[in-house]
């Protein structure tokens, strides 16, 4: 079954604007905590963000973060989005307690575009989830079968097997019997059936970047230079953080939005199409917070 890009805010920093002008004004000025902390509110944030952003101090941007719940996206995307470390956590649906009986995957839009590869495509996926199945349940029968030859007793297993059930059936009548110790089977089973898995497997994955992190990451993975999967999921990020902090946000972008490229001969030659894309929904985002 195919899966679905879903990106949603679950928190951020309170006042997070003021929070990192704060962090700035401290460097220089003499005055005590509490006045520093009187002094910022949101209406004199703005400007004196933008001047610190303009000259790149980096590293007052640690003291907001924000933390996104992400769903629809390969662990082929996950892979690459763990890379980015620094200032960054993660925690990921687990493959070996939870089973992929019916595992939902991503399609690249490469593929997706020709009708006969798409097809190809999904009866891999399907072949792989029979493989997946196969295998785990061949995991299972052989445990219970180990668990019977140890000596111990379960009359109704025991007259399961003999009668010839289903594979299915045993290991039904085997979980009703004993749950905990299904349980232990079961993610032994699952633990070693899951390399099987291919990296279009469907994944979900708690994401928490301070701000700098988050600079990285976008002028990063808003390039075209980047595969275009986790180019979706880093448009979707971005647009989320400008509806949070626009005038911070608005230089969280490729290079070239605002300057010159920086993949020199690697350069796309896209720079006016993304000049014009960012610029347009800077524009509109500063709009809606002026009429906040």
């Not at 400007?47 to 973060?65: A, D, P, R, T, Y």
């Not at 662990?75 to 980015?84: C, E, G, I, M, P």
């Not at 390039?223 to 911070?248: L, S, V």
């Not at 010159?260 to 896209?270: A, L, Y």
């Amino acid at each position: 079954m195919e899966a679905k890009l879903n990106v949603v805010v679950l928190s951020h920093t309170p006042e997070f604007e003021q929070n990192i002008v704060r962090g700035a004004r401290l460097c220089y000025s003499s005055a005590s905590i509490e006045e520093l902390r009187d002094k910022v509110t949101p209406e004199n944030a703005e400007k004196f963000l933008n001047m610190i952003l303009e000259v790149g101090h980096g590293s007052i941007l640690e003291h907001s973060s924000i933390t996104f719940g992400i769903e629809g996206v390969s662990r082929s995307l996950t892979h690459q989005l763990v890379r980015h470390r620094v200032g960054s956590s993660y925690s990921q649906k687990s493959q070996r307690y939870v089973s992929e009986g019916q595992f939902e995957y991503i399609i690249p839009k490469p593929i997706a575009k020709y009708d006969y590869l798409k097809e190809d495509y999904i009866r891999c996926m399907e072949r792989l989830q029979e493989d997946y199945n196969q295998i785990t349940y061949g995991l299972l029968m052989e445990q219970i079968k180990e668990y019977l030859a140890q000596g111990h007793t379960n009359e109704k297993l025991e007259e399961a097997i003999a009668s010839e059930c289903s594979r299915e059936e045993v290991i039904q009548i085997f979980k009703e019997s004993d749950k905990k110790l299904y349980s232990k089977f079961e993610k032994i089973a699952i633990e070693n059936a899951r390399y099987v898995l291919p990296n279009a497997c469907e994944t979900k994955i708690q994401v928490t970047m301070n701000v700098r992190a988050l600079f990285n990451f976008f002028k990063e993975r808003l390039c075209d230079r980047a595969q275009e999967e986790i180019r979706d999921m880093a448009f979707e990020m971005w647009k989320a953080c400008m509806e949070i902090a626009p005038t911070i946000f608005k230089y969280a972008v490729p290079t070239c939005v605002h300057g010159k490229c920086k993949e020199g001969s690697m350069s796309c030659g896209k720079m006016l199409y993304y000049k014009q894309k960012h610029g347009e929904l800077i524009k509109h985002y500063e709009m809606l917070k002026s009429q906040k």
